[in-house]
């Protein structure tokens, strides 16, 4: 697998109005895009960091995937983002090494880019995402 | 403040050998640099990840402040460092800001960067740090 970037970091926040507010006067982060899924309970967003971008998300409702981490851990780091040129072959790759894939096919993306999951329990408690860029 | 890109991120691990080893078979990232800091009671691994990096974590003592995240969170994300052009300036952004900073003044890091690192409390849980590209 070729890596090409750390696409973004995921960061779970309770407010997302000032946490955008947030990066924005502490790091000179822009908002880039924003947006909520319904279906998994969440919103958010993107702020671009130089060539990589944080991914603020908060959640919908509770019981949500994101509602369920901040309440069992807070707002805090929440996953890792690498980008790769050929998600397909990297998926290959990572099913070879004996990574457990949540997405064993790439999907779309909250903001267009196919994109797929990897579980922490392979990757040392770290949820891992690969990018198509 | 102008990021210039994700620099890497911070992943706490117990076992440095087996971490490095899943990094390399999994994503393909070589190892850059290994170095000790006994002050610290750190061992930090550099791994390339394209234009980024992945800093693995571990103690060499139970009680060092990576020793005492192990021990309260277990292995997984640990931080996030963006590159800056100029940490001076950054610093400086980074006060007028309202961020507490956990060094006041730039540091040498462990590969031959300057670093500082902001507090969780005011980057919303998130150990946050900066480094001069």
């Known amino acids: 697998m070729v890596l090409t970037r750390i696409h973004h970091v995921g960061i779970a926040v309770k407010d997302m109005?000032?946490?955008i507010e947030?990066?924005?006067?502490?790091?000179?982060?822009?908002?880039?895009?924003?947006?909520?899924?319904e279906k998994e309970g969440l919103e958010?967003?993107?702020l671009r960091t130089g060539e990589g971008e944080v991914e603020l998300m908060s959640s919908t409702?509770?019981?949500?995937p994101v509602g369920k981490f901040l309440a069992k851990r807070g707002p805090g780091l929440h996953h890792v983002a690498y980008g790769v040129s050929d998600i397909a072959a990297a998926?290959?790759?990572?099913r070879a090494a004996g990574l457990e894939l949540i997405d064993?096919?790439?999907?779309m993306g909250m903001h267009g880019s196919l994109i797929a999951f990897v579980h922490p329990k392979t990757m040392g408690g770290v949820l891992t995402e690969l990018v198509e860029t």
Chains 1, 2 share one sequence.
Do not use: T, W
């Open 17 to 19: 109005d000032e946490s």
């Open 22 to 37: 947030r990066y924005r006067a502490a790091l000179g982060a822009e908002l880039v895009h924003r947006a909520v899924n």
């Open 44 to 46: 958010a967003a993107f």
């Open 61 to 64: 409702r509770p019981e949500s």
């Open 91 to 94: 998926l290959a790759d990572a």
């Open 104 to 107: 064993s096919e790439p999907r």
